[in-house]
C-alpha cells in the first residue's frame, strides 16, 4: 500500500508542473480547461489517427491569453510536442494583446496554420459535433499571424475590437509584418463612436485578406521583350508551390505546370499516372495518355503547347489548371489557379505576345491589325 501510494504522489509530482503552465497532454481530457480562464490552455491533438487525417497536429488554444502564453508555447515549439505547419484552432474571447501579438509572430515563423475551433467533446453533444468558437480582441491578431488562415464556419464567431491609441503603432507594424492589408482591416474594425465589438461573416474575412483559407495571394512574374514573352504564375498553399509558366513563340504558347512536391513524390504520381491534362473552367483540354507528366527536380510537369490563336480565352476564363490522373477517378494530382487577380499581368502578356509573333485570328481569318 505505501508503495502504491508512493508512486501515486510521484506522478502527482510529475504532472502538477504541466497542470500549472495551463498545458493540457494529449490524452489527458480530465484537464479540461474553462473557456473563461484567465490563462491559455494548451492542448495538443497529435495521434496517428489526426496526424494520418489532417496531415499535421492540431492544437486547440482556449481561454485567455495570458502574458506568460507565448513562452509556453514556444517551450513545446522547441521541445518538438508543436511541429512547424500544426493546425492551430482558437477559441478565445479575451487576453493580452501584446501576447496575442507574441503568439501570432510564433504561428508565422513556423508556418502554422490558424483556424476559429473548439476539441470534440469525449462524449457526444446532443446535436453533434464540437461546441461553436469564439475569438474575439487580441485573439484576432493572434490567428492573423497564421501563415494560412481559414474563415469562419458554422456558428464560429469572430468579432474585432478597436485598439487603443497607445497600442496602434505596434499593432501597425505587426499587421504589415504579417502582409495583412490596413485599410482592408480598417474597413472591418469598429472606431470609437460604433459598437465594441463588430462581428464578422467568413465573406467579409475573405474579401478584406483577413482569412485566405489555406491558399496565399496568386503572384505573377512577367518578361515581356522579344523574341520571347514570358509570364509566370505561382502560388503557394498548403499542399506545396505550383507555378505555371507561359512562353510565347510562333503560332503557340508553351505552357509548363510544376507541382513542387519533391522528387520522390513526383516519381511516385509518375509510375501511377494514366493521362495528363490542362483543365479550363473546369473542363478537361489538351488531354495526353500516360507518359506525357515527367517527374523533374522536385517538381510534377506538365507540358502542352496552346495554340496562340486561343490565347484570349486565358482572358475571360476564370480558372486553368493542370493535373496528372491516377488510378482511378477518385484520385488526381495537380493545381488550378484562380486568373482573376492575374488579369491585367495575362492581358500585358497577350498584347507582349501578339507584338513578338502575331498569329491569324479565328474570327475574321486575318491578321490583327
Not at 503552465?21 to 489527458?28: F, K, T
Not at 495571394?217 to 514570358?230: G, N
Request: hydrophobic share 40%.
Amino acid at each position: 500500500m505505501r508503495k502504491l501510494m508512493g508512486r501515486r504522489a510521484t506522478c502527482i509530482r510529475l504532472i502538477r508542473p504541466w497542470l500549472a503552465a495551463g498545458i493540457a497532454l494529449s490524452g489527458m481530457h480530465a484537464l479540461a480547461a474553462n473557456p473563461m480562464s484567465q490563462s491559455l490552455d494548451i492542448r495538443i491533438n497529435d495521434d496517428r489517427m489526426t496526424v494520418s487525417f489532417a496531415g499535421a497536429p492540431q492544437v486547440y488554444l482556449q481561454g485567455a491569453i495570458d502574458a506568460e502564453a507565448p513562452k509556453r508555447f514556444g517551450a513545446l515549439l522547441k521541445s518538438g510536442r508543436i511541429p512547424p505547419g500544426a493546425d492551430v484552432y482558437l477559441n478565445v474571447s479575451q487576453g493580452d494583446l501584446t501576447a496575442a501579438l507574441a503568439l501570432g509572430r510564433l504561428f508565422r515563423a513556423n508556418g502554422m496554420t490558424t483556424h476559429f475551433g473548439t476539441q470534440r467533446p469525449r462524449k457526444r453533444r446532443a446535436g453533434g459535433g464540437s461546441p461553436p468558437a469564439i475569438c474575439t480582441g487580441p485573439c484576432v491578431y493572434a490567428y492573423l499571424g497564421g501563415l494560412f488562415r481559414w474563415a469562419p464556419t458554422g456558428a464560429d464567431r469572430v468579432g474585432m475590437s478597436d485598439i487603443a491609441a497607445v497600442d496602434k503603432p505596434a499593432v501597425d507594424a505587426y499587421l504589415k509584418s504579417m502582409g495583412i492589408d490596413l485599410d482592408g482591416l480598417t474597413a472591418v474594425t469598429p472606431q470609437a463612436a460604433s459598437p465594441a465589438t463588430r462581428w464578422l461573416s467568413a465573406n467579409q474575412m475573405l474579401e478584406h485578406g483577413l482569412a485566405n483559407n489555406g491558399r496565399l495571394p496568386l503572384l505573377t512574374k512577367s518578361w515581356l521583350l522579344p523574341p520571347e514573352p514570358r509570364l509566370e504564375l505561382q502560388q503557394q498553399d498548403r499542399k506545396g508551390k505550383h507555378r505555371l509558366a507561359l512562353a510565347c513563340q510562333p503560332g503557340r504558347v508553351l505552357l509548363t505546370a510544376y507541382e513542387d512536391v519533391g522528387i520522390t513524390r513526383a516519381r511516385q504520381i509518375v509510375a501511377n499516372e494514366t493521362r495528363s491534362y490542362l483543365e479550363v473552367d473546369g473542363k478537361q483540354v489538351l488531354v495526353e495518355p500516360r507518359g506525357a507528366a515527367k517527374a523533374e527536380g522536385d517538381a510534377l510537369v506538365i507540358t502542352r503547347n496552346w495554340p496562340s490563336a486561343d490565347l484570349s480565352r486565358l482572358l475571360s476564363s476564370r480558372a486553368v489548371g493542370a493535373w496528372v490522373g491516377g488510378r482511378s477517378e477518385a484520385f488526381r494530382y495537380g493545381f488550378s489557379f484562380t486568373l482573376y487577380p492575374a488579369r491585367d499581368a495575362i492581358s500585358a502578356f497577350y498584347e507582349a505576345c501578339w507584338r513578338a509573333a502575331p498569329w491569324t485570328l479565328k474570327t475574321t481569318g486575318s491578321h490583327r491589325s
